[in-house]
T-cell receptor
Framework: KAGVTQTPRYLIKTRGQQVTLSCSPI?????VSWYQQTPGQGLQFLFE???????NKGNFPGRFSGRQFSNSRSEMNVSTLELGDSALYLC?????????????????FGPGTRLTVL | AQSVSQHNHHVILSEAASLELGCNYS??????LFWYVQYPGQHLQLLLK??????LVKGIKGFEAEFIKSKFSFNLRKPSVQWSDTAEYFC???????????FGKGTKLSVKP
């Protein structure tokens, strides 16, 4: 099976611009999560989508948003870019069974999109 | 709040040395535990995971980890490291109905040939 793919791999933007990142999950995986990785803060959870609905959200400002399509592909958007948004943005997918009191899915990560904000 | 602590920021070992990377978590319920590895220039890969059952779990490439519930720990071990194990290692936890991962800050492992 093909792994998680992310496009583009690299992006350079300037402050104030907006950006859209794309993620295609592993075939058959229904959940897509996004993470931000920076040297200072490490890996931080942004949000998770399942069945085209945002099901869980991390502690990031509203400038960060996302969506999921019916084929489980997901996009992440960052508006009004700031210098501090420079990071590696990782997408992870999991099969995700719905419901249950304990989620036991395993997340598989893509290569990431490296965003540089100038 | 949930958190994960990795005590060592950078570990330097010679080949054939034994490895133990510490991981402690804070979470008030049943947890799933993971170790991921990020080799230079590559994406995060799953090394091993613990959901339930035998607290000693074995992963890929000879790695293993032991879940000690009373200590809230999930330390990663390997009896003999190789130069190719040079990478950054991340401990992560998830819990409850939410599957999102809480990561530690990572430990960089450098193995000298």
């Amino acid at each position: 099976k093909a792994g998680v793919t992310q496009t583009p791999r690299y992006l350079i933007k300037t402050r104030g611009q907006q950006v859209t990142l794309s993620c295609s999950p592993i075939s058959g995986h229904r959940s897509v999560s996004w993470y931000q990785q920076t040297p200072g803060q490490g890996l931080q959870f942004l949000f998770e989508y399942f069945s085209e609905t945002q099901r869980n959200k991390g502690n990031f400002p509203g400038r960060f948003s996302g969506r999921q399509f019916s084929n489980s592909r997901s996009e992440m958007n960052v508006s009004t870019l700031e210098l501090g948004d420079s990071a590696l943005y990782l997408c992870a997918s999991s099969i995700q069974t719905s419901g249950g009191t304990l989620n036991t899915d395993t997340q598989y990560f893509g290569p990431g999109t490296r965003l540089t904000v100038l | 709040a949930q958190s994960v602590s990795q005590h060592n920021h950078h570990v330097i070992l010679s080949e054939a040395a034994s490895l133990e990377l510490g991981c402690n978590y804070s979470y008030g319920g049943t947890v799933n535990l993971f170790w991921y590895v990020q080799y230079p220039g590559q994406h995060l890969q799953l090394l091993l995971k613990y959901f339930s059952g035998d607290p000693l779990v074995k992963g890929i490439k000879g790695f293993e980890a032991e879940f000690i519930k009373s200590k809230f720990s999930f330390n990663l071990r390997k009896p003999s490291v190789q130069w190719s194990d040079t990478a950054e290692y991340f401990c992560a936890v998830s819990g409850g109905s939410q599957g999102n991962l809480i990561f530690g800050k990572g430990t960089k492992l450098s193995v000298k040939p």
